[in-house]
T-cell receptor, first 109, second 113 residues
C-alpha cells in the first residue's frame, strides 16, 4: 500500500536553530516526492520536489531509498518558516498525490 | 486567472441537502484534481480528470459523490444527500500535463449541520 508518514504533528524550534521535518514513505514503485507548505491564511503551495534537487528558502530534502525517507531540513530556522508542512508522494500512472498528515512548525523568537 | 479559483469559499448546508462545489483551473491546464481535507489530516485524493474524462475516480468515498468537467476546463464536484461526515475542506488542483507539480486552489470549506 502507498503511504506517507509524518511522525510529528507539532514541531517547535527557536529562531536560528536547525530544523528537520521527518517524512517516511511506503511505495513499491519508483518514488517521486514533494514537500508542500501552507502558510497562515494562504493556499497549499509547492516548496520543493526531490527530482529538482534544489534549495528553496534555505530548505533541502534528500531522498533516501534505503530508509524510505524524504526529510526536510534547514540549518537556521527563521520566524517566517512557521507554517504547516506536508510531505507527498506522487503515484505513477494514477498521477495522484498521497499526503502525510502534516507537521505544524512553529519558530519561536 | 492567475491561479486555481474555487467557489464558494465557504458553504454551510443541512444534512440531506445537495451541494455543488466549483473549480476553475489555471488556463491551459489539462489535468484537474479534487482532494478532501478533514480537520487535522492531510489532503486525500478524490478524483483526477485529464481533459473532460475522469482518469481516476478511485478516491470518491461513495456514490453520493460525483464530479464533472464537461468542457475540459471548469469542474464541479457534486455531493448528494450530504452527511455531517462530509464536512471538510475540498481542494482543487490543476497541472499542465498531469505529471509533477500541482497548483492548489484556496479550497471550499463545507459544513454540514
Amino acid at each position: 500500500a502507498q503511504r506517507v508518514t509524518q511522525p510529528e504533528k507539532l514541531l517547535s524550534v527557536f529562531k536560528g536553530a536547525p530544523v528537520e521535518l521527518k517524512c517516511n514513505y511506503s511505495y513499491s514503485g519508483s518514488p517521486e516526492l514533494f514537500w508542500y507548505v501552507q502558510y497562515s491564511r494562504q493556499r497549499l503551495q509547492l516548496l520543493l520536489r526531490h527530482i529538482s534537487r534544489e534549495s528553496i528558502k534555505g530548505f533541502t530534502a534528500d531522498l533516501n531509498k534505503g530508509e524510505t525517507s524524504f526529510h526536510l531540513k534547514k540549518p537556521f530556522a527563521q520566524e517566517e518558516d512557521s507554517a504547516m508542512y506536508y510531505c507527498a508522494l506522487l503515484i505513477q500512472g494514477a498521477q495522484k498525490l498521497v499526503f502525510g498528515q502534516g507537521t505544524r512548525l512553529t519558530i519561536n523568537p | 486567472g492567475a491561479g486555481v479559483s474555487q467557489t464558494p469559499s465557504n458553504k454551510v448546508t443541512e444534512k440531506g441537502k445537495y451541494v455543488e462545489l466549483r473549480c476553475d483551473p489555471i488556463s491551459g491546464h489539462t489535468a484537474l484534481y479534487w482532494y478532501r481535507q478533514s480537520l487535522g489530516q492531510g489532503p486525500e485524493f478524490l478524483i483526477y480528470f485529464q481533459g473532460t474524462g475522469a482518469a481516476d475516480d478511485s478516491g470518491l468515498p461513495n456514490d453520493r459523490f460525483f464530479a464533472v468537467r464537461p468542457e475540459g476546463s471548469v469542474s464541479t464536484l457534486k455531493i448528494q444527500r450530504t452527511e455531517r461526515g462530509d464536512s471538510a475542506v475540498y481542494l482543487c488542483a490543476s497541472s499542465s500535463t498531469g505529471v509533477g507539480r500541482q497548483y492548489f486552489g484556496a479550497g471550499t470549506r463545507l459544513s454540514v449541520l
